[in-house]
């Protein structure tokens, strides 16, 4: 319980820290980019449709994944195992 309980503050943690290093990125093709300046001067909120587009797009295969290796987890989980072992005590020596 123990382990576990430090692997989580190890995790949230390390999620901290690298949510405070976060730094904004300019990484579109220069006709989006001018797409992009245009409408913005103009007024046009775009922009906003644009970057939540792309969010989808870098969730979508995580979220994929997950899903799969929810699915398989709880087809090739093992149930109703028997263990049967020996009363007997072993020497080993």
Known sequence: MAKGIKILLILFVG???AGAFVQPVKAQCAM?????ES???????TTNGLNNGIMYLLGAPYIAVAV???VWYKKYRRKDVVLEMRDERLHLN
């Open 15 to 17: 999620s901290l820290l």
């Open 32 to 36: 989006c980019t001018t797409a992009v």
């Open 39 to 45: 409408n913005a001067k103009n007024g046009n909120t």
């Open 68 to 70: 799969i290796g929810y």
